[in-house]
Nanobody, 125 residues
């Protein structure tokens, strides 16, 4: 699986961005997809996930109510709509995919073998 993330940029606090992640392959609907981020000097952290089974979504507490993850299986694409952005959201954002039909944890980055290249999000105050 190859993943291509896009949509990052420089915005002011309170504004919105939508990240996209396009995936190769014919079995996209069988992958749980996640978004992670890494700020300078910090560890990579979980942001959001959307399950292959049923489309349930999960969020880090820091983004709950502001970010929305969604997927379009017909377009092999997962999205992260980010509203009310804060300076502390500044990071490189990565999309990731689990192996097909995986039923492990969505939270840990080690559970995702496939990663996109990352897209920079910078929020100014």
């Amino acid at each position: 699986v190859q993943l291509q993330a896009s949509g990052g940029g420089l915005v002011q606090a309170g504004e919105s961005l939508r990240l996209s992640c396009a995936a190769s392959g014919r079995t996209f609907s069988s992958y749980t997809m996640g978004w992670f981020r890494q700020a300078p000097g910090k560890e990579r952290e979980f942001v959001a996930a959307i399950m292959w089974s049923g489309g349930s979504t999960y969020y880090a507490d820091s983004v709950k109510g502001r970010f929305t993850i969604s997927r379009d299986n017909a377009k092999n694409t997962v999205y992260l709509q980010m509203n009310s952005l804060k300076p502390e959201d500044t990071a490189v954002y990565y999309c990731a995919a689990q192996i097909p039909y995986y039923r492990g944890s969505y939270y840990y980055s080690g559970e995702y073998p496939y990663w996109g290249q990352g897209t920079q999000v910078t929020v100014s105050s």
